[in-house]
């Protein structure tokens, strides 16, 4: 454990990779949605700690592109999951001066989560405190190829020159156009990998892995983090 210095930088946006609700529940004898539920929890926990604390992003995954494969009493679970926090949280990030945003395929949802999420975004829209950037339908391949695809058109119809093409450019044309890069990744439940998130945007976050599972994390659990990120000199690629 790392102490935290409320004092030293905090990272401006933070990714999150909520993992291990399923074998929260198992641990349990509970069935997996009941992780997804009391993963809501440590939704709000974590929306409210980096509110407190000067965030200005923080992106959540929670809900891939690979995980439409789940069985479809779970998929029905999580969606429904989604409904209630966005019919119950909506006047909680207004008072709480949070915008929210979507990145994902956000038409693959159903009308009902998608009806809900415009009507949210646009609510929370004029709100400039801490932005919620949640991933739904998500994944990051599918995001660079969508990229590549609207750059190609906009080089057919002669817009962009493929010979000036930069990383600002590309990165124009991402769903995540209008946030910074993220400054700190953080998985829960002990896994080393990325999954498919965000792949060009962490290029320089740093990564902090959290042997917790997703419904048990907690305030001190981000402060843990940010204190291992603030141990860390963040070089990007120089001395
Ligand atoms: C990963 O755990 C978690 C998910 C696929 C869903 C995350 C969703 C929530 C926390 C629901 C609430 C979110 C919002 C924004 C309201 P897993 O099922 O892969 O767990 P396992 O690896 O232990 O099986």
């Known amino acids: 454990m790392t102490a935290f210095d409320p004092d030293k930088e905090i990272p401006g946006h933070i990714a999150i990779i909520m993992d291990g609700n399923g074998r929260w529940a198992a641990a349990r004898g509970l069935p ?5 539920r009391a993963g809501a929890d440590s939704v709000e926990e974590v929306l409210r700690a980096c509110g407190d604390l000067g965030v200005k992003y923080l992106t959540l995954y929670a809900f891939s592109s690979e995980n439409w494969k789940r069985p479809q009493a779970e998929i029905t679970a999580l969606m429904g999951l989604l409904a209630h926090f966005l019919k119950e949280k ?4 207004m008072k709480n001066n ?46 660079i190829v969508d990229a590549a695809r609207a750059l190609m058109i906009e080089a057919k119809a002669g817009i962009t020159d493929p010979a000036t093409l930069d990383n600002e450019t590309f990165a124009r044309h991402l769903y995540t156009a209008d946030f910074p890069d993220p400054d700190l990744l953080i998985r829960t439940s002990g896994e080393c990998r990325v999954s498919n998130f965000l792949l060009w945007q962490i290029s320089y976050a740093e990564i902090v892995i959290t042997e917790v599972f997703w ?20 070089r990007f690629g120089g001395l």
């Open 32 to 36: 997996r949605r009941d992780g997804h």
């Open 90 to 93: 909506t006047p909680v990030l």
């Open 98 to 143: 949070i915008r929210l945003r979507v990145i994902g395929h956000l038409e693959r949802l159903p009308m009902r989560n998608q009806k809900q999420l415009r009507e949210s975004m646009a609510v929370t829209a004029g709100n400039d405190g801490l932005t919620l950037v949640v991933a739904l339908s998500y994944g990051s391949r599918e995001e």
């Open 215 to 234: 419904p048990d994390f907690r305030r001190p659990h981000l402060e843990d983090a940010i204190g291992e990120y603030q141990r860390r000199h963040r």
